[in-house]
C-alpha cells in the first residue's frame, strides 16, 4: 500500500530495478542449469556472487532513492499559511493580492506588550502572550470576512481588518 502514494517516476523506477533482480534471479535459477548444468563452475562463480551482490545493492538503493518522496519533510498542510502579526492596536497582514476559497492556516504572533488573540470568522486563537505564537485554520469561503482580537476593546482601538475572498 506504501507504493500507492509514490509519485509515477519513483514507481517507474522500482518497478524496473525490481524486475532487473528479479530477471536476473530467475534467469539464473531456472534457465542457465538448463543450457549449462555445472553452472556457474568454477570459472563463472566469482563473476555469479559479484553481479549477485551488485544488484541486491542496486535493489536497496532504489528502495531508499524511489521509495520517499523528495518533499515529504515539508510538506504544507492542505490549504494555505497567512502570516498575522498583532500589537498594540493593530492587525497587521501581508499584502494579498487574490486570495481564493479555501483553507487556510493563521499563523498569528503577537509583537505587542499585551495578550491578544485573533478571531477570523466565527473561529478564534486561545490569548496570545507577548512574543508567543498561534495558528488557527479556517475554511474561507467567497465574500468578506472579518478578522479582529476580541480582547476588551482592542477592536474598537484599531485591531480589526477583512479579507476579500474570490
Not at 129 to 142: I, N
Request: with cysteine.
Amino acid at each position: 500500500m506504501l507504493v500507492a502514494g509514490l509519485s509515477t517516476g519513483h514507481m517507474i523506477g522500482l518497478a524496473v530495478t525490481g524486475g532487473v533482480f528479479i530477471a536476473f534471479a530467475l534467469a539464473s535459477s531456472f534457465l542457465a542449469p538448463r543450457r549449462w548444468p555445472n553452472f556457474p563452475g568454477k570459472n563463472g562463480l566469482s563473476v555469479f556472487i559479484i553481479v549477485s551482490f551488485v544488484l541486491f545493492f542496486a535493489m536497496l538503493t532504489a528502495v531508499e532513492v524511489f521509495g520517499v518522496e523528495k518533499s515529504e519533510a515539508a510538506a504544507e498542510p492542505s490549504g494555505k499559511t497567512i502570516d498575522v502579526t498583532e500589537s498594540e492596536y493593530k492587525i497587521a497582514l501581508p499584502s494579498l493580492t487574490s486570495l481564493a476559497a479555501g483553507t487556510y492556516t493563521f499563523v498569528v504572533k503577537n509583537a505587542g506588550q499585551t495578550a491578544h488573540n485573533l478571531v477570523v470568522g466565527t473561529k478564534s486563537t486561545p490569548l496570545i502572550q507577548p512574543g508567543q505564537t498561534a495558528e488557527l485554520t479556517v475554511a474561507l469561503a467567497s465574500g468578506t470576512t472579518p478578522l479582529f482580537c476580541s480582547v476588551d476593546g482592542h477592536r474598537k482601538l484599531g485591531m480589526n481588518a477583512t479579507l476579500t475572498v474570490a
